[in-house]
Every structure is written in C-alpha cells, then in structure tokens.
C-alpha cells in the first residue's frame, strides 16, 4: 500500500474547500457538530449540492450521483464536517435510493429519486417493531391489498426522525400464510396520508430522535410497491448491507481525534498540560492509529465486489462492530478530558459531548446489534 499523498485526491480536496468556501452559506455552517442537522438546514443544503451536480456523493453516475472513488467519498465527508455543513438525509441517499437504483421501475424512481436529490424529500425507514428488531422477519404490520391501494394497519418504533420526515419506506407483512420472510414486501408511503400518527420517544440525550408511528386503515396505492409482493426480505438484505458499511461514521470521528487533541493541549491539571501526561498521549495517538486501520477497512470492504460479495457482507458487519465500539470508546475519553465540564448535561460548554457521548451508546444496537453482526460474521467466514 503506498502511503503517500496521491496529488489527483489532494487536488480533488482543494476543488472540495473551494466549493464549501464560496457555496456553505454562513447560517447553515456549523451545523454538523454533535451528530444531526435541523430538517430545515438538510434540504437548503442538499438542494445546494444538487445544483452544483453534487447531490448523490456515493451514487455511480448512471444513477445521478458524482461517480466519485470512495477515497474522493471520504475527502468529500471529512471536509464537510470540518466546514460544518449540515449533514444529508442518510435514509435518501444510503438506504432507500440504492435501493431504488437497483429495484424500482423507471416511473418509481422517476417519482421518487429526483425529489429526493433536489432536497423536497426526507425519508425515515420504517422496518422495527415492537417486539421485531433483531428478528425483523417475525415483523406483523399488515398491507392488505383491497383494489388499486395496499391497507395498512400495525405499528413501527425507533423511527427516527419520523416527525420531520416527507415519506416511508417501510416493511409490511403481504401474505400472513407464508414463511416468514417470503410474506414480506417493501411500501413507499407518504407520511401526510391519513391514519399515520407519530409519537415522539425522547432518548437519552436528551433529545427527539425516535419515534412511534402508528398505522390506522392507511391507504397506499400499489404503485408504491418496490419490486414484487414478498420480495421485501431479499431487498432487505441488500439495503441492510449498505447500511451496515455506512456506520462507520469517519468524517464524525476524525473531527472528535481532533477536538481530542486541541482540548488535550488547551486543558491542564495544574500547570501541567493533559497532552503531556503520558497515559493522555499514549491514548490519543492509540485512537488515531485505530482510526487509520478503520479507514483502510472502509476502503477495502468498499472495493469487495462480484464474487466476494459473501465475504464484503461478512467485512460490512466487523466494520459496525469495530466502528461502533470505537465511536463508544472516544466519545467516553472526550468527556473525561473535559472533567467536571463533561458532566454537564445542560446546555454548557461541553453538554453538546456529554449528548453524543450518551446517543452513542444506542451505535451497537441501531443498524443491527453487535450480537447480531458477530453471528453474521460467524456464519459468513467460519460456516458456523
Ligand atoms: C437510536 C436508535 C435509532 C433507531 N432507528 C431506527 C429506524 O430509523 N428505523 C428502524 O426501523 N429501526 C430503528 N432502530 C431500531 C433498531 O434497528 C433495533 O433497536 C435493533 O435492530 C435491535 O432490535 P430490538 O431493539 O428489538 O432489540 P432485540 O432484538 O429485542 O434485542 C435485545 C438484545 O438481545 C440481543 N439479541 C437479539 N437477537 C440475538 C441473536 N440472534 N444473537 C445474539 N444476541 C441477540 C440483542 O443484541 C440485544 O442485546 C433504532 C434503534 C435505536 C436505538
């Protein structure tokens, strides 16, 4: 592997500052620290990119996204988060539009990919269930289908940013007769229907990330099926495999390394400065290494493809395993480095680390549970 600058990515970051100077409006800037952008501050600025041709970051071109290689990907993230560019809609961009590249028909993705890229329409994915996270199969939200609609009834939880979200995409139970996962088809739903209601969860941050949502006799034309009835587990599993490779969340992490460093240096306990104590620095410099091994692990799982997708499946679930335990990890060391400043939970220098500290904690379990990802990789690699 050659470690060296490639001077095209350099030129290509250069092309990336220029742009964030003379585009990233004053008032949006700053926005992605701490985890979440406003709904508002997302389609101002996703409406931005696509103007700039830039709306798709990871799409291939033939979908309308920028083509770029995944290290351009990662230059592109990381110098968003260092200009403090609202984050995009993850749902849109990662989860449901491969989604549509690959299974919608072209009258679906036409009504649903250009409005999503233009920043008109948030997404919120509707799959958990009470009772039905980890063994999403045994899901029992019904879509009945009675003439030209699907009717559905049931309930989703963990929904996050259901209340700000335009549409749905969720899992329904077609056929209640069949195996369990043959029974399962994919809905596209306008959150505005009536008979949808969303209930707030506040979490333990403090915040309104997670939802309720409840289904009352919903009606959604059939059109807004993807793919066939019961075909709704095989696209899970396709989405679900990019969801896992998109937690790792690096552009965040790297920017936490830094504010690492400059608070170790800034910081004293007496005179004496945290950077200089040993066990500071010698941790420091253990997370920056476990972050460049992390990034070299992104770009080998992205470039897994064809006849090693058994194994690129088995690498996306190590990846959320060591990129969660990783977030938890740092996030925690952040807060200790502050002190008592790390204790404060309300609005105070520092909260805003205490809040990502305690939301990370929630890493290892949305996206598919640790547990579940070790099974998975147990299966994948060793046949177990
Ligand atoms: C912050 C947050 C945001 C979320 N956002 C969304 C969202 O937007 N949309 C959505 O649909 N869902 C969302 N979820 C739900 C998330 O996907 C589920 O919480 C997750 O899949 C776990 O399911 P569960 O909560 O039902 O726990 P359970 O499946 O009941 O698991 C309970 C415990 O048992 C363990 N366990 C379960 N099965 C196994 C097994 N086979 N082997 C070993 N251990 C096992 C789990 O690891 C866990 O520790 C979110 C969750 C959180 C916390």
């Not at 919608?104 to 509707?126: D, F, I, N, S």
């Not at 199969?137 to 009717?151: D, I, P």
């Not at 009606?219 to 599993?237: D, Q, R, S, Y």
């Not at 939301?359 to 998975?376: D, H, K, L, P, W």
Request: glycine fraction near 10%; hydrophobic fraction near 40%.
């Amino acid at each position: 592997m050659d470690f060296h600058p490639d001077p095209e990515l350099e030129a290509f970051r250069e092309e990336v500052r220029t742009f964030l100077r003379e585009k990233l409006p004053a008032d949006l800037a700053h926005l992605s620290i701490g985890m979440f952008s406003p709904g508002e501050a997302i389609r101002r600025w996703q409406k931005i990119l696509h103007d700039h041709g830039w709306a798709a970051p990871s799409w291939g071109k033939q979908h309308g996204g920028t083509g770029w290689s995944v290290e351009q990907k990662l230059i592109f993230d990381e110098e968003c988060v260092v200009a403090g560019a609202p984050t995009q809609d993850g749902f849109g961009q990662n989860l449901l539009g491969p989604v549509l590249n690959e299974f919608a028909t072209p009258e679906q993705w036409q009504a649903h990919v250009p409005p999503t890229l233009r920043g008109e329409r948030l997404w919120c994915q509707g799959f958990s269930e009470p009772g039905s996270g980890s063994d999403l199969a045994s899901l029992r939200t019904r879509a009945e289908r009675r003439g030209g609609n699907y009717v559905v009834n049931g309930q989703k939880i963990w929904t996050s940013y259901a209340h700000r979200a335009d549409w749905i995409f969720l899992l329904v139970r077609t056929d209640p007769e069949a195996k369990k996962q043959a029974g399962i088809s994919f809905l596209l739903a306008d959150m505005k229907t009536p008979g949808i209601t969303v209930r707030p969860i506040i979490s333990i941050d403090g915040h309104h990330h997670l939802n309720e949502v409840f289904f009352d006799e919903v009606e959604v034309p059939a059109g807004n099926l993807i793919g066939a009835e019961g075909m709704g587990w095989g696209i899970t599993k396709f989405l679900l495999n990019n969801e896992h490779a998109t937690t790792a969340d690096l552009p965040n992490l790297k920017m936490l390394l830094r504010k690492m460093k400059e608070l170790a240096i800034e910081r004293r306990i007496g005179t004496t400065r945290l950077i200089d104590r040993s066990e500071v620095a010698l941790q420091i410099a253990a997370f920056d290494t476990e972050l460049r091994a992390m990034a070299m692990m992104v770009s080998r799982t992205a470039a897994m493809h064809g006849d090693q997708g058994h194994f690129a499946h088995a690498f996306g679930s190590m990846l959320k395993i060591r990129a969660t335990d990783l977030q938890q990890r740092m996030s925690v060391f952040v807060v200790e480095l502050l002190g008592d400043g790390g204790a404060a939970a309300a609005p105070a220098p520092g909260a805003e680390y205490s809040a990502e500290m305690f939301f990370r904690r929630a890493a290892t379990i949305y996206g598919g549970s640790s547990e579940v990802q070790r099974g998975i990789v147990a299966k994948l690699m060793f046949g177990l």
